[in-house]
């Protein structure tokens, strides 16, 4: 739970807004700012702002290309909830888009459905948004970081499990102090080149990574099936 002047409700829902759209923590000032627009008087709609980024590019690079409603919604699941939507659902939400809703209205309804649980939601989709959510305002509100390059990292290692939330606040205190972001050989190809990282991967991945990526890291721990090994690589 966030600390803020902000109803939690609203913290809660741009939380998971950010989460839905860009895939990421809310940078504070961001969140600061959709916290006030759905605060009095303005009271904006989650619904107004859910259309508002779905003009962003992070939105558009990810989804734009898809025209095909099930495609839309397995691809959101998949990036929400790390899994293919249920048949039950992917009908439901399908004929929601086909019968006139903007998918960036039905996306919202997901997450939100998700965030509130209940007997018609997966116990383990309702836990990994409300862990997400938490994390998500840790960084906000407590570190309160404007790092969009770390906020992308923000989710990286969580899960339902309720001790994931913090496993990833801890790194989120080590990349803020430090400015280091922890990150797959994959994620570092996508990396602004001013931004410092260190790897965390696989053996297989880390022996097949570019050079210029494993130069360009400050260090690499192997990794095995998400377990950290004791083997930790430094690049001179």
């Known amino acids: 739970m966030a600390d803020s002047i902000f109803s939690q409700t609203i913290q809660d829902s741009v939380s998971s807004l950010y989460i839905a759209f860009f895939g990421r923590a809310p940078d504070a000032d ?18 107004k702002i859910a259309a508002d980024f779905a003009l962003s590019p992070e939105w558009q690079n990810t989804y734009g290309n898809l025209t095909n409603p099930a495609d839309q919604v397995n691809l959101f699941y998949q990036n929400t909830f790390g899994r293919t939507a249920d048949s039950e659902g992917l009908a ?11 998918f960036s209205t039905v ?13 018609n939601v997966d116990p383990n989709d309702y836990a990994i948004v409300n862990n997400k959510i938490d994390v998500a305002e840790y960084f906000a509100t407590t570190l309160q970081s404007n790092n969009v390059q770390i906020a992308k990292t923000a989710f990286y290692l ?16 080590y990349e803020v102090e430090t400015g280091v ?31 210029s990526i494993l ?16 083997l930790t690589l430094e690049y001179l």
């Open 30 to 47: 961001g969140f600061n700012y959709w916290c006030r627009e759905m605060s009095p008087p303005t009271n904006a709609s989650p619904f």
């Open 181 to 211: 972001v922890i990150v797959t050989v994959e994620q570092a190809k996508l990396l602004p080149n001013e931004q410092a990282y260190s790897l965390e991967d696989t053996f297989v991945n880390l022996a097949s990574a570019p050079v």
């Open 107 to 119: 996306a919202y309804q997901i997450i939100w459905a998700a965030y509130l649980g209940g007997p």
């Open 158 to 173: 969580v899960t339902a499990d309720p001790e994931s939330v913090a496993v990833a606040e801890a790194r989120l205190d």
């Open 92 to 102: 439901y939400w399908v004929a929601s888009i086909e019968g006139g809703l903007p």
């Open 215 to 230: 130069n360009g890291s400050e260090g690499a721990v192997i990794t095995d099936s998400g377990s950290v090994s004791a």
